[in-house]
């Protein structure tokens, strides 16, 4: 009996033992719940805070990018104003120095033109009015003047008085030549022949100048200036009755300048295109006295030739007539 009961009291003790293991056990359980309740408590609750923390430095930096924004646009708006008004001055400014400019242009335009009109004036009663060969100062005046100013009437009422005032002036000086030229007075013919050649007289008439002015040239022995004028003369008109004497004139020329070759070439070719020439004979003088110049045989060759005799006049009355 007694062993029963402390069976059953032994039962009952392990029993409680158990009930306060396993009370102990919960309590642990609730304790670390608790703990682990109060963690994320906090963890909220810092959480929480941060969130608010963000919150409110987000809502700073949107009032300080509004701020920001704000300013910035009113700064464009008044920069764009304070531009347009830049530039709408700058092109209102613009327009008044081109306007300006314009004016003064117009101004400076008519000025010269003025000016032109007043020395065309000038020049026109030059070449109209003054005595003689002081005209043709007014042809020089012509040359010096700013046609460009004038109005294309104006300017060909210039021109046609200067080239009708050179064709009078050039036919003058063309006939006094040829008188000249008839009384052997050379100096006068170059003198007259020069003047008319720079008038830039028409072609038939300037090939009959150059064989006036070269012969006079060749009977002054100046060789230099003849050769030019004379095979100008025997190029350019190869009918004329007086091409014959003019090639003999050159061949001279040529060799008193020293151009042997060309000397040579032009009397054979003046011998041969003229058999019946009444220079014949001094074209083959010629010819003999360059060859023996070029063979270098001067001693031997003898006193030169007389110059050619002068042409018949009836010839160079009108050296370019058939």
């Given amino acids: 009996m007694p062993e029963q009961a402390k069976t059953e009291i032994d039962k009952e003790l392990a029993d409680l033992r158990?009930?306060?293991?396993?009370?102990?056990?919960?309590?642990?359980?609730?304790?670390?719940?608790?703990?682990?309740?109060?963690?994320?408590?906090?963890?909220?609750?810092?959480?929480?805070?941060?969130?608010?923390?963000?919150q409110w430095i987000s809502s700073a930096a949107a009032y300080v990018l509004f701020a920001v924004i704000a300013v910035g646009a009113a700064v464009m708006i008044t920069s764009a104003r304070s531009s347009s008004a830049t530039n709408e001055r700058e092109r209102l400014e613009k327009m008044v120095a081109d306007l300006t400019g314009q004016l003064e242009k117009q101004r400076a335009d008519t000025s010269a033109h003025q000016t032109a009109q007043r020395g065309a004036a000038e020049v026109y009663k030059m070449m109209t009015s003054l005595p003689g060969d002081e005209r043709l100062k007014g042809i020089d005046a012509l040359m010096k003047l700013d046609t460009s100013r004038l109005s294309s009437l104006e300017r060909q009422a210039l021109n046609d008085r200067?080239?009708?005032?050179?064709?009078?002036?050039?036919?003058?000086?063309?006939?006094?030549?040829?008188?000249?030229?008839?009384k052997n007075e050379m100096d006068q013919v170059v003198s007259e022949m020069e003047r008319f050649l720079a008038m830039n007289p028409p072609n038939e008439q300037a090939l009959d100048a150059s064989f006036f002015l070269g012969t006079a040239y060749n009977q002054l022995r100046k060789h230099d200036k003849a050769v030019p004028l004379l095979a100008r003369f025997v190029e350019g008109d190869r009918t004329s009755k007086t091409r014959d004497?003019?090639?003999?004139?050159?061949?001279?020329?040529?060799?008193?300048?020293?151009?042997?070759?060309?000397?040579?070439?032009?009397?054979?070719?003046?011998a041969g295109s003229y058999l019946n020439s009444q220079y014949?004979?001094?074209?083959?003088?010629?010819?003999?006295?360059?060859?023996r110049a070029m063979s270098g045989n001067t001693e031997a060759a003898g006193p030169p030739p007389a110059a050619p005799s002068a042409a018949p006049a009836q010839q160079v009355a009108s050296p370019a007539g058939q």
Avoid: C, P, W
């Avoid at 004497?245 to 003046?270: F, N, P």
């Fill in 245 to 270: 004497y003019a090639m003999l004139l050159l061949a001279q020329s040529y060799q008193e300048v020293g151009q042997m070759e060309k000397a040579l070439e032009t009397a054979r070719d003046a």
């Fill in 18 to 54: 158990r009930e306060v293991v396993e009370a102990r056990n919960l309590v642990i359980k609730s304790d670390n719940l608790l703990k682990n309740l109060h963690a994320e408590v906090k963890a909220v609750g810092k959480r929480h805070e941060d969130f608010q923390k963000r």
């Fill in 162 to 182: 200067a080239t009708s005032l050179r064709r009078e002036t050039g036919d003058a000086a063309f006939e006094r030549g040829k008188i000249a030229f008839r």
């Fill in 280 to 291: 014949q004979q001094q074209f083959r003088s010629r010819i003999a006295m360059v060859k």
